[in-house]
């Protein structure tokens, strides 16, 4: 009797089983249609899910509002249309039972308008957000950093697959564009410059382990490598352009994820149900001091924790009002053997206590103005704090100091720009900002620790600064084909009274039916690490201030472009670019540039603004677009890179790897209807790292790596080949869904390059590599 039952209620299981894997999960995919000049929503337009039969398809609100209700789940192409306007495709969208879908689609006026002609859509998904842009510049978002193998859910990895960009190391996120150190980025978030947002970016002279913020709190954003339109300022390298997303305003949603990143907790959605006004927030907890146990600790997993939020308040005629803010925690530390005898090299000998804290948060208002424009105003307040507390253990155990630093910025901008539409031809958009710069300085160091047992570099000082920015840029549409960007950045820094003029040009020729040329110039500047200037020597009578003169870095870029669009679902991109770096910093009769700064660098001697630096290369991309399961991108960088120092010789710089191939793709398969299985890769082929000569004799002497810095950057390392890969399984359920992620970098266990190290059992110099697989797993419920 009770085996009959317990079959009956097995078949019955099964039955319930079979019809819940059969039936038609859905889901509503909703957002707004606007003019991406004016931001003004456009009533009326079309929107459809193509190659669907009956036809699905809606019309936006009055106010530019859609909605797409019972859209089943996997990947759907939506095409959006307006008589008069140039039509825009979605492609291969993804629909998942988790989340509602919120598209905001930007549509571009044509320029020859015809008042019954639809213009054919063009699948453009590496185009840049910001329509000032010509050249260097693309989007990204939230799917491809899901997806993509070595993305791990994080901006700054996801872009080192980009052609201009070479990735640090496996175990941290600096990247290196076009030669250029990473302290030359500039990073923006809803609209306003703030400190790279890595946790212990300090380290890695704005790198880091991971960024503040999930990938999921982001909407489409912008990754610039040079040439950026005028709005863009202190930024000498690259620019991330980074948009945080909306809430749900319709209903309340939430994410649980756990994995070796961190354990995560979302929410979003309306204040009050049938209003407008919406929160997003995400609460992250590193896990990364469980893993510290089972990976080596010279990885440097640090214990971190991250809060960010966005809440927006949509008004009836006041306009738009958002406030946001991201902030981060994180913390490293490690104490050697007091035993030497159970020291391998002079790595065991370091004690160490880092911390790099951040906040950032903004009021941002946004209201359009009549028919034609829109006014945007933000204050923001943002500060770091970073400590390095480090000591060398000599083996006789005396304690050597390294750094012992304790820095506090901060920084409160305001800033606001009119965009102003004067025809389909012709967008303006001028702007200022203003920028009130603290800072809290306590810093010693010891420029040698090999020779000297006492600190030689210090900044102790406390005060502010301001920098002050204006920019006014235009694009006009000379004809359909051919279209101009053209502006002027003024950019001035109080502390050492200088300032900089950066006129911006931009050519876009589309000379034949998908086939653009296009050539682009800067004039780009950076100031650099306050630390710079205000650092000070110690001297009989007092300490001498000796770098308060000093200038702002400053470069020329230039850039050709060539795009050819192959077909619907594949491009070619190739872009030369030469850059002529002036008025760098450098010390006198020597090989020291700033060219070469990263954040861990010591020295006593006053800067010059005598150096110079140029690189050159050319940056490919061949990409196909996800479409029929499955995609692919080869980008290649082939560069040199170059710098003068204070005494007049021509070196290589610490980043000239000379290329940098990635070959990546992925195919996805559907599986019991309404789930997905997907299987991504990575290839890397990195050059080497720049490193110089070892003064063998003096180092075994010292027992500690002496270079010989008149040869710097003479060698090399060998060539990195990377393999990652990720394996991600999606299972849509009719009121949540459930995500799984395995991802692997560095799958061949790659050696990598690290520097030098003595080795106390051999009395010898060996490289320092460490050879590690980074794993990054996750499993996550939306529901």
């Known amino acids: 009797m009770q085996m009959k039952k317990f079959l009956m209620l097995l078949i019955i299981f099964c039955f319930a089983n079979n019809i819940l894997i059969s039936q038609q999960i859905s889901q509503t995919i909703k957002g707004k249609v606007f003019d991406s ?43 959006i249309s307006f008589i008069g306007y140039e039509s825009y495709l979605v492609s291969e969208l993804l629909v998942s039972s988790g989340k509602e879908i919120v598209l905001n689609i930007p549509l571009k006026e044509s320029v020859e308008y015809l008042k019954e002609v639809v213009v054919k859509p063009n699948i453009q998904k590496e185009k840049p957000l910001n329509s000032m842009a010509t050249i260097s510049a693309r989007s990204f978002t939230v799917e491809q950093a899901q997806r993509f193998a070595g993305g791990m859910d994080d901006p700054s990895r996801l872009v080192s697959s980009f052609a201009g960009v070479t990735p640090s190391t496996v175990e941290n996120n600096e990247i290196v564009i076009r030669g250029n150190a990473a302290k030359g980025i500039l990073w923006r978030l809803e609209g306003v410059e703030i400190p790279p947002p890595n946790h212990l970016a300090g380290m890695f002279s704005g790198g880091g382990i991971i960024t503040m913020f999930n990938s999921s709190m982001l909407a489409n954003s912008d990754f610039f490598t040079g040439a950026f339109p005028a709005e863009y300022g202190n930024a000498l390298s690259g620019v991330f352009d980074i948009n945080l997303r909306n809430g749900n305003r319709d209903k309340r949603e939430y994410t649980i994820q756990a994995g070796s990143c961190g354990i995560e907790f979302a929410t979003e959605g309306p204040f009050k149900k049938g209003k407008q006004a919406t929160y997003l927030v995400n609460y992250r907890y590193s896990t990364y001091s469980i893993l510290k146990t ?147 300085y306590n810093v010693e160091a010891n420029s040698d620790v090999a020779l000297s047992d006492t600190n030689d570099f210090f900044v102790a000082d406390k005060g502010s ?16 084909k051919l279209n101009i960007n053209a502006g002027l950045h003024f950019l ?135 479409k029929d399961g499955y995609y692919y991108m080869f980008t290649a960088s082939v560069f040199d890179s170059k710098y003068i120092g204070g005494d007049g010789i021509e070196r290589n710089t610490r980043y000239n790897q000379n290329f940098v191939f990635n070959l990546l793709g992925g195919k996805e398969w559907q599986v019991r209807k309404n789930n997905l299985f997907s299987l991504n890769g990575k290839f890397t082929v990195l050059g080497g790292r720049r490193y110089a000569p070892i003064d063998n004799e003096k180092s075994i002497a010292e027992q500690f790596v002496i270079y010989d810095n008149s040869r710097i950057y003479e060698e090399q390392s060998p060539t990195n080949y990377y393999i990652d890969i990720s394996i991600n399984y999606r299972i849509n359920k009719p009121k949540c869904a459930h995500s799984f992620i395995l991802q692997a970098k560095n799958l061949l266990m790659q050696k990598e390059f690290l520097g030098h190290a003595y080795n106390y059992e051999t009395n010898t110099i060996e490289p320092y590599e460490l050879a590690i697989i980074f794993p990054f797993v996750s499993y996550k419920i939306e529901f």
């Open 37 to 79: 000049e004016t931001q003004i929503g456009l009533p009326g337009a079309t929107i459809i899910i193509t190659d669907s039969d009956p036809l699905i398809g809606v019309t936006s609100d009055n106010k530019g509002f859609f909605k797409l209700e019972n859209i089943a789940v996997g990947r759907v192409d939506i095409e």
């Open 294 to 440: 089972f990976l080596p600790h010279v990885t440097g997993l640090p214990d971190f924790s991250d809060l960010s939020f966005k809440m927006n308040f949509p008004t009836t005629k006041a306009g738009t009002f958002s406030l946001w803010s991201i902030n981060g925690m994180g913390k490293l530390s490690a104490e050697p053997d007091k035993d030497p005898k159970e020291w391998k090299t002079n790595y065991d000998n370091y004690q160490y206590d880092i911390c790099y804290d951040l906040t950032a948060s903004g009021l941002n208002h946004r209201k359009v103005i009549g028919k034609k424009s829109y006014l945007f105003s933000s204050l923001s307040f943002s500060a770091s704090r970073y400590i390095n507390n480090n000591k060398y253990l000599r083996p006789s155990l005396i304690e050597i100091p390294v750094s012992e630093q304790n820095e506090i910025n901060s920084r409160i901008v305001l800033s606001s720009y009119l965009n102003h539409k004067f025809s389909s031809r012709h967008t303006n958009r001028t702007g200022v900002t203003m920028s009130r710069i603290a800072y809290n």
């Open 465 to 480: 600064s301001l920098s002050f920015q204006c920019y006014s840029q235009s694009k006009y549409y000379i004809t359909e």
């Open 492 to 626: 001035l820094f109080t502390l050492d009274n200088t300032y900089s003029i950066e006129p911006r040009l931009g050519i876009n020729w589309n000379f034949l039916p998908d086939h653009t040329f296009s050539l682009a110039y800067g004039k780009h500047s950076r100031i650099e690490p306050l630390r710079i200037y205000l650092m000070k020597v110690k001297t009989p009578e007092a300490y001498k201030m000796l770098n308060k003169e000093l200038k702002i870095t400053k470069a020329h870029h230039f850039v050709l472009g060539y795009d050819w669009n192959i077909n619907n679902y594949t491009h070619l991109k190739i872009e030369p670019y030469y850059q002529i770096l002036y008025d760098v910093p450098v010390t006198p009769d020597s090989s020291f540039s700033m060219i070469n700064y990263i954040s861990e660098m010591y020295f006593s001697e006053q800067l010059v603004n005598d150096g110079t630096g140029r690189n050159i290369g050319i940056d490919i991309t061949l990409e196909r677009f996800l």
